[in-house]
């Protein structure tokens, strides 16, 4: 499974609509914010059989039960030489890892300035 960590606004600047529920909302990316998560359609259809009640159910990811809210298109494709489309997408203030907010280590992320990677 590939799973992506994203900001609650990098979706809806790529101008993805979700297959069915929503994308992340504004301040779900922070950390300390509800577990929640978005999955892939390729993801749906292989784990869930694309049951349309999936909306609300759990999925443990690392021993953490997020929320699913919403099923992001397979037609999602960015233009970035390193990007495949994910399985599962989580808000990024969800990683657990120090390294997120420890001042003495670099991380390598990518980032967008309008629809163009920077």
Same mark, same amino acid.
């Given at each position: 499974?590939?799973?992506?960590?994203? $900001?609650?606004?990098?979706?809806?600047?790529?101008?993805?609509?979700?297959?069915?529920?929503?994308?992340?909302?504004?301040? /779900?990316?922070?950390?300390? !914010? $509800?577990?929640?998560?978005?999955?892939? /359609?390729?993801? &749906?259809?292989?784990?869930?059989?694309?049951?349309?009640?999936?909306?609300?159910?759990?999925?443990?990811?690392?021993?953490?039960?997020? *929320?699913?809210?919403?099923?992001?298109?397979? *037609?999602?494709?960015?233009?970035? &030489? $390193?990007?495949?489309?994910?399985?599962?997408? !989580?808000?990024?203030?969800?990683? *657990?890892?120090?390294? +997120?907010? $420890? /001042?003495?280590?670099?991380? !390598?992320?990518? !980032? +967008?300035?309008?629809?163009?990677?920077?």
């Amino acid at each position: 499974m590939k799973a992506e960590f994203i $900001s609650s606004d990098y979706l809806v600047l790529l101008g993805v609509k979700p297959v069915i529920g929503r994308l992340f909302a504004e301040g /779900e990316d922070e950390i300390g !914010a $509800s577990p929640i998560v978005l999955i892939g /359609e390729g993801f &749906w259809n292989r784990k869930f059989g694309a049951a349309p009640d999936i909306l609300g159910q759990g999925l443990t990811l690392d021993g953490q039960t997020f *929320t699913i809210v919403g099923v992001v298109p397979e *037609t999602f494709k960015m233009q970035v &030489w $390193s990007f495949r489309p994910g399985d599962v997408y !989580a808000p990024i203030g969800q990683w *657990t890892n120090p390294f +997120l907010t $420890s /001042e003495r280590r670099g991380l !390598a992320f990518t !980032a +967008l300035d309008g629809c163009n990677p920077v």
